[in-house]
């Protein structure tokens, strides 16, 4: 019986340590790049864990919108949509939306 428990919790802290949420750490990554880097350089500096639609980019006026499609372990329930804004192929800011 006591090996049971033991083998449950090592499952239990195994599968939470498995789970990683990159939700934050995607966040930060954003909000610190630089305003005004081309889009190669983004693309470069962009980490393995989240996914950006490049091919499909939202035109709004003179900007290129560029989705956040997946970040990895990503559990938020607001369900929020993060764009990447650039203007003439430059980074100019994060934009999120419901």
């Avoid at 990554?29 to 939202?58: A, C, F, H, M």
């Amino acid at each position: 019986m006591y090996l049971n428990k033991i083998f449950v919790l090592l499952f239990l802290s195994i599968t939470i340590a498995g789970c990683k949420d990159y939700y934050n750490e995607t966040i930060e990554w954003v909000d610190n790049l630089e305003r005004g880097l081309n889009i190669e350089t983004v693309q470069e500096r962009q980490p393995s864990y989240v996914e950006i639609d490049w091919k499909n980019p939202q035109v709004i006026e003179n900007q290129k919108w560029y989705l956040i499609v997946k970040i990895k372990g990503n559990s938020d329930i607001l369900n929020m949509s993060h764009y990447l804004v650039f203007v003439e192929n430059k980074y100019q800011y994060r934009e999120s939306r419901k």
